[in-house]
């Protein structure tokens, strides 16, 4: 098994948890919060570094050809999907209505990737959160998991705010973060 795959194996598995009832609270309650926080934080990070790892050395196999202009809506995309990725943070009119933005921004943000990239790692990579974020979805519904908040307009603004803000920054500065500059 490859790095990359070993990493998304333990990441998302660890993300799984929820899916399966009543586990995350037999762990919680067994190792009690602060011991789940600390193990649950560490093994999400262990799996984020070996998933980095793996995807920085894997080989470039390509699977298929993205048309410029694919490329160039992956881009766009990437603004509502930051956007999404915040609001699922934040108690607004935008999680109330759409229930798992943040889930959607991922999905949108995975999809767009694979198909901008076209290549065996990054279609395992940005392929598997966008797989996971739609299971995530429906188990979230089947478990009806989702937010009884009072919704507040400002929330709305500080999630386009600030998605729009880490939009700007991951624009400008993806070639010096990730090695790949857009453009």
Known sequence: ??????????????????????????????????????????VALTG?????FGYANAPYEPLWSFPKWGSQLTIYAMAPAFILMAAGNLKGHIRKILRHPMLIGFFIWGAGHMLANGDLASTKLFGAFAVFSLAAIVSAEARNKVSGHTPALKEDFKAIFGGLVIYAVVFFAHGWLFGAPLG
């Open 1 to 42: 098994m490859d790095l990359l795959t070993f990493g998304l194996i333990l990441f998302f598995a660890l993300h799984a948890i929820p899916f399966v009832p009543g586990l995350r609270n037999r762990l919680y309650e067994r190792f009690g919060e602060k011991a789940w926080k600390i193990g649950f934080s560490l």
């Open 48 to 52: 984020l570094v070996i998933i980095g």
